[in-house]
């Protein structure tokens, strides 16, 4: 936890009063909207998006003020967690369930930043499980299509019960074996009928602090 609250903690500094800001998702991201809600009391002016119901929750009962879509379409900054990054900084979301919020805030944000511990450092995605939210109805036949693609699925239950994002669609945690180019399965994915969206964030993140025992280390997307 303490490699995942340096990480978090550091990246909050990024936020600077008049920022539109999103909140991302999960136990490394809290520690950034704790640090966030810190800074408000003390002063911070900024208003943010939050990525799941949970960080609603938590930001209104932090202080943080929030806004929406509608009246705010562009964010200059959010920071997220991950559960896989690659060493170009091509990632896997999703893990808590909420990835298609993650992905739709991340997609207006002028920039993101990703906040992780360095166990969630990987050379490739290959083998690792991707989250694909997709709809409820038909889902078995929405399983069929990702298995033609080379997937092995699970449906994802909570309390023995199929788990119901934020967005009350079903989560089918996949793994691929060889994921040679991860663009375009997040391509295939996309294109199949009945997914929602996957886990895969391809060329998203420009930045990402990682927690590690001797403090937090900046990685950079290759080229920027
Ligand atoms: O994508 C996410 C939630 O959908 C999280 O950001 C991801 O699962 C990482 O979580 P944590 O920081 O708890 O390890």
């Given at each position: 936890?303490?490699?995942?609250?340096?990480?978090?903690?550091?990246?909050?500094?990024?936020?600077?009063?008049?920022?539109?800001?999103?909140?991302?998702?999960?136990?490394?991201?809290?520690?950034?909207?704790?640090?966030?809600?810190?800074?408000?009391?003390?002063?911070?002016?900024?208003?943010?998006?939050?990525?799941?119901?949970?960080?609603?929750r938590l930001a209104r009962e932090l202080g943080i003020p929030l806004t929406d879509f509608r009246?705010?379409?562009?964010?200059?900054?959010?920071?997220?967690?991950?559960?896989?990054?690659?060493?170009?900084?091509?990632?896997?979301?999703?893990?808590?369930?909420?990835?298609?919020?993650?992905?739709?805030?991340?997609?207006?944000?002028?920039?993101?930043?990703?906040?992780?511990?360095?166990?969630?450092?990987?050379?490739?995605?290959?083998?690792?499980?991707?989250?694909?939210?997709?709809?409820?109805?038909?889902?078995?036949?929405?399983?069929?299509?990702?298995?033609?693609?080379?997937?092995?699925?699970?449906?994802?239950?909570?309390?023995?019960?199929?788990?119901?994002?934020?967005?009350?669609?079903?989560?089918?945690?996949?793994?691929?074996?060889?994921?040679?180019?991860?663009?375009?399965?997040?391509?295939?994915?996309?294109?199949?009928?009945?997914?929602?969206?996957?886990?895969?964030?391809?060329?998203?993140?420009?930045?990402?602090?990682v927690g590690t025992a001797a403090g937090v280390e900046w990685?950079?997307?290759?080229?920027?």
């Amino acid at each position: 936890m303490e490699k995942k609250r340096i990480a978090g903690e550091e990246a909050a500094k990024r936020i600077q009063s008049g920022m539109r800001v999103g909140l991302g998702t999960g136990s490394t991201a809290y520690y950034t909207i704790v640090e966030v809600g810190k800074r408000v009391r003390e002063g911070l002016d900024i208003v943010a998006i939050p990525t799941s119901r949970e960080t609603e929750r938590l930001a209104r009962e932090l202080g943080i003020p929030l806004t929406d879509f509608r009246s705010c379409p562009r964010l200059d900054l959010t920071i997220d967690g991950a559960d896989a990054v690659t060493p170009d900084l091509q990632l896997i979301k999703g893990g808590g369930g909420a990835l298609l919020r993650e992905k739709l805030v991340a997609s207006i944000s002028d920039e993101l930043i990703i906040v992780v511990d360095d166990s969630k450092l990987y050379d490739s995605l290959s083998g690792l499980a991707i989250p694909v939210e997709v709809v409820p109805f038909a889902w078995e036949t929405t399983a069929t299509r990702i298995e033609q693609l080379g997937g092995r699925w699970k449906l994802r239950e909570r309390n023995g019960e199929a788990f119901i994002t934020d967005n009350h669609n079903f989560i089918l945690d996949t793994v691929f074996d060889e994921v040679a180019d991860p663009a375009d399965l997040a391509r295939r994915l996309k294109l199949t009928t009945g997914v929602v969206d996957s886990g895969l964030f391809i060329d998203m993140a420009r930045e990402v602090a990682v927690g590690t025992a001797a403090g937090v280390e900046w990685r950079k997307k290759p080229g920027v």
